[in-house]
């Protein structure tokens, strides 16, 4: 059997720790290097590392995956924050490094991943579609990468449909009280104390509404994806985004 030598930045975060014990526990897989906050990046070289697992932060992930790419490592990548800008500077850095893999995957539960999927399924035949994403308050980023890549898709399957705007007659209210629009979906960010990450995705037509909704209850959740990530990336050169793209949906 191959033993894939992955290191993990994040480390010692809420997910980084979760997947490291994943790490351990997976047979095909050698965990060679935890590195966190104030750590070196030079031990993922210096330890052999084949394939890094990113769960930082957004404002750090591009300097991490400049060095892995450079240096000819693997990305899998939970990490939110990619907007296209980032993206378009990823596929720079690949183009010169051929060979070398990233996954940016917004969500690896397998769960959020088949909710997006019906999400963007169902669009199509409902006039009106909004998302609430409900998530623990120590989160940086608003709306949810999750969130963002669900609003993303179902604006693209209602403009392919021919649908216009979602019905909505407001005329006054508070700033945000109407949650952010991308690419024509609302989508609404919940923090509480106690929640992990969880979304609910509503449509409405005619006398009906249709509610998916997911919920991570821990995050040992995104361990199974993210291993499946890892035992693929070496084998998609450039960039892959979204893990769907590794499933047989
Ligand atoms: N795609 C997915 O399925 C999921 C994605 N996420 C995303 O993953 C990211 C991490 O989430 P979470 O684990 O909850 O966050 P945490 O804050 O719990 O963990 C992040 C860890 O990274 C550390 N860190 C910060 N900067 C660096 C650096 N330069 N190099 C190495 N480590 C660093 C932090 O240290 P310190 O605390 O000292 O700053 C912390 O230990 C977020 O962007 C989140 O949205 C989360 C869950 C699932
Ligand atoms: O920060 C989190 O916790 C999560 N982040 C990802 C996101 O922004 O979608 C995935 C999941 O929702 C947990």
């Known amino acids: 059997m191959t033993v ?3 290191g993990v930045l994040g480390a010692r975060g809420k997910v980084g720790t979760a997947i490291c014990d994943a790490v351990r526990a997976a047979d095909d897989m050698e965990l060679v290097a935890e590195i966190d906050q104030g750590d070196a990046l030079q031990s993922l070289v210096d330890s052999g590392a084949e394939v ?3 769960f930082t932060h957004p404002d750090v992930v591009m300097p991490n995956l400049e060095f ?37 995957a917004p969500n690896f539960a397998i769960g959020a991943i088949l909710m997006m999927r019906f999400a963007v399924q169902a669009a199509k035949y409902f006039p009106s579609a909004e998302i ?3 998530h623990h308050p120590n ?6 990468g999750t969130a963002h890549r ?15 705007p979602s019905p909505d007659a407001t005329s006054t209210g508070l700033d945000g009280a109407r949650g952010a629009d991308v690419d024509g ?51 998609a050169p450039g960039l892959t985004v979204g893990l769907d793209s590794f499933m047989d949906l």
């Open 4 to 6: 894939t030598k992955v």
């Open 52 to 54: 890094v697992v990113d």
């Open 68 to 104: 892995c790419v450079a240096n000819g490592i693997h990305a899998v990548v939970g990490t939110t924050g990619f907007t296209e800008d980032r993206l378009d500077t990823l596929r720079g850095w690949l183009e010169a490094s051929p060979g070398t893999g990233v996954l940016i």
């Open 132 to 134: 609430i994403e409900l």
């Open 139 to 144: 989160k940086a980023d608003a709306p949810s």
């Open 150 to 164: 669900t609003a993303a898709m179902m604006g693209q399957a209602r403009a392919d449909a021919g649908l216009g």
């Open 185 to 235: 979906v609302r989508v609404h960010s919940v923090r509480v104390t106690g929640l992990v990450a969880h979304q609910e995705v509503l449509l409405g037509t005619q006398g009906e509404t249709l509610t998916i909704r997911h919920d991570s209850l821990d995050r040992t959740s995104f361990a199974p994806g993210v291993l499946l990530g890892v035992r693929q990336i070496a084998n």
